[in-house]
């Protein structure tokens, strides 16, 4: 029941490419910035993409987002073993004054 | 270097107050362009936002949420506290404290992001 939507798990093989969706409304993704987080199994979440499409320093080039209207997408470019994580997708919302996040999507690499 | 650390109780009862602080280190809670967030996940769950607070200490809570909590600062001793009324076994979860970092160019409320996060710190709630 989380605001933004996102698929509960994906998969793909090592050296391809994912993507992982997150569907919102004109009150989240359509009016404001979308961020991305990773997930270690049992660590804290780390910044992956912030203000829709950016880049933090030092993480991968691998790692792209994109948005369009009311949806954002991370992509995973060169699948590797230490990709697999769950990702949150996040953004404030303007009905709720506050931050929403997805329900988290855990990739696997098969 | 940028950290942030949770402290707290680890284990606490039905219908206590929680009390947990973020003690950080590397940039200064007086900083116009950064605040603190709270954030925690439930074991095997997805991340839900709870407060935050801006260096001109301005506030704002999760809606489900807001009756319960009470964030605030001490710039002086780089803390942010946030205090969580009448705990519940629902609320066990790892409480997690971020910056929020605050672009020179969009708003500030809609534009900004977590970064780093503390490590967090596991409340359980039984009696």
């Known amino acids: 029941q989380s605001v933004l939507t996102q698929p509960p798990s994906v998969s793909e093989a090592p050296r391809q490419r994912v993507t992982i969706s997150c569907s919102g409304s004109?009150?989240?993704?359509?009016?404001?910035?979308v961020n991305w987080y990773q997930q270690l199994p049992g660590k804290a979440p780390k910044l992956l993409i912030y203000y829709d499409d950016l880049l933090p320093s030092g993480v991968s080039d691998r790692f792209s987002g994109s948005k369009s209207g009311t949806s954002a997408s991370l992509a995973i470019s060169g699948l590797q073993s230490e990709d697999e994580a769950d990702y949150y997708c996040a953004a404030w919302d303007d009905r709720l004054n506050g931050v929403v996040f997805g329900g988290g999507t855990k990739l696997t690499v098969l | 270097q940028v950290t942030l650390k949770e402290s707290g109780p680890v284990l606490v009862k039905p219908t206590e107050t929680l009390t947990l602080t973020c003690t950080v280190s590397?940039?200064?809670?007086?900083?116009?362009?950064?605040?603190v967030s709270w954030i925690r996940q439930p074991p095997g769950k997805a991340l839900e936002w709870l407060a935050h607070i801006f260096s001109n200490d301005e506030k704002s809570y999760s809606t489900s949420l807001k009756s319960r909590l009470t964030i605030s600062k001490d710039t002086s001793k780089s803390q942010v506290v946030l205090t969580m009324t009448n705990m519940d076994p629902v609320d066990t979860a790892t409480y997690y404290c971020?910056?929020?970092?605050?672009?020179?160019?969009?708003?500030?409320?809609?534009?900004?992001?977590?970064?780093?996060w503390g490590q967090g710190t596991l409340v359980t709630v039984s009696s």
């Open positions: 590397g940039f200064s809670l007086s900083n116009a362009r950064m605040g």
């Open positions: 004109s009150s989240n993704i359509g009016n404001n910035a």
């Open positions: 971020a910056r929020m970092n605050i672009p020179a160019y969009g708003d500030y409320l809609r534009d900004n992001w977590f970064d780093p």
